[in-house]
T-cell receptor
């Protein structure tokens, strides 16, 4: 089936450093998402992105976070500077269609585990 | 806001026994309901979805009925296999599908031979 690839699978950094998480979404998909899952907690929506713009973001999407997809390449999540509470698994997802409640199917990557020391 | 509540895991079973993972939801909208499954080392993948109330979804021997009156969407399988060991997520999307899916906490299911 369609695959979403995430790079890196695991990254360890010191607090205050910058990190970029990369996502290669399904090729014909138009909507892209980041979710955050802290160990033992549920996956929570961070942001979605369409046509070069952030469409919606949650309270978890702090000012230190940014997303972009330059020229149709990777969809990236950048955190600058990182904080201890940013340690989590970040899942990228993509979907073909956003507007219909009858679809809404997301395709997820395997996650990028971020450890902030 | 929307919320999803699931059976708290972990759930441990023997092969051949039946599985039920409870899911209840809250939303002011008219949601599509989903079950996602996450196998070790992989991202969540869709098991099945049900867009309409009183309909049933099924896949790989799993099934769930969208019960609008009870606001429930319980996952069931009559006879589990070791390969069903995974984390199962109940989720919903409402008509204003701006924020993707609202997930439950996930239920870890371990099946032993």
């Amino acid at each position: 089936g369609p695959k979403v690839l995430q790079i890196p699978s695991h990254q360890i950094i010191d607090m205050g450093q910058m990190v970029t998480l990369n996502c290669d979404p399904v090729s014909n998909h138009l909507y892209f998402y980041w979710y955050k899952q802290i160990l033992g907690q549920q996956m929570e929506f961070l942001v979605n992105f369409y046509n070069g713009k952030v469409m919606e973001k949650s309270k978890l999407f702090k000012d230190q976070f940014s997303v972009e997809r330059p020229d149709g390449s990777y969809f990236t999540l950048k955190i600058q500077p990182t904080a201890l509470e940013d340690s989590a698994v970040y899942f990228c997802a993509s979907s073909l269609d956003q507007g219909s409640a009858n679809t809404g199917q997301l395709y997820f990557g395997e996650g990028s585990k971020l450890t902030v020391l | 806001g929307d919320s999803v509540t699931q059976t708290e895991g972990p759930v441990t079973l023997s092969e051949g026994t039946s599985l039920t993972v409870n899911c209840s939801y809250e939303t002011k909208q008219y949601p599509t309901l989903f079950w996602y499954v996450q196998y070790p080392g992989e991202g969540p993948q869709l098991l099945f979805k049900v867009p309409k109330a009183n309909e049933k979804g099924s896949s790989r021997g799993f099934e769930a009925t969208y019960n609008k009156e009870a606001t429930s969407f319980h996952l069931q399988k009559a006879s589990v296999q070791e390969s069903d060991s995974a984390v199962y997520y109940c989720a919903l999307s409402d008509r204003d599908y701006a924020q993707g899916l609202t997930f439950g906490l996930g239920t870890r299911v371990s099946v032993f031979p």
